[in-house]
């Protein structure tokens, strides 16, 4: 993921992300997604960010028909 700051608190991201699918596959299966985003740092330490992700490709048995786009929202805390 490629961030770029627009103000001194606030990011934007996209790039390419690596996802594992542990759901209704025997063995697992690795897809590849294009996400945008954006992120928030509150202080040297609390930040936010949410991403959403757009499937590229796919591994697995799950079908043509079968998309996967994602949205994750998260919240962390940095250690200095």
Not at 5 to 33: H, R, T
């Amino acid at each position: 993921m490629l961030k770029y700051e627009v103000a001194d608190s606030f990011n934007i991201q996209a790039g390419p992300q690596i996802n594992y699918l542990l759901e209704d596959l025997p063995d697992g299966a690795f897809g590849l997604d294009l996400a945008v985003g954006a992120g928030y740092q509150f202080n040297d330490n609390w930040f936010v960010e949410a991403r959403y992700g757009f499937q590229i490709s796919r591994g697995g048995g799950l079908g043509e028909f079968t998309d996967f786009n994602t949205l994750t929202i998260g919240a962390g805390y940095r250690f200095n």
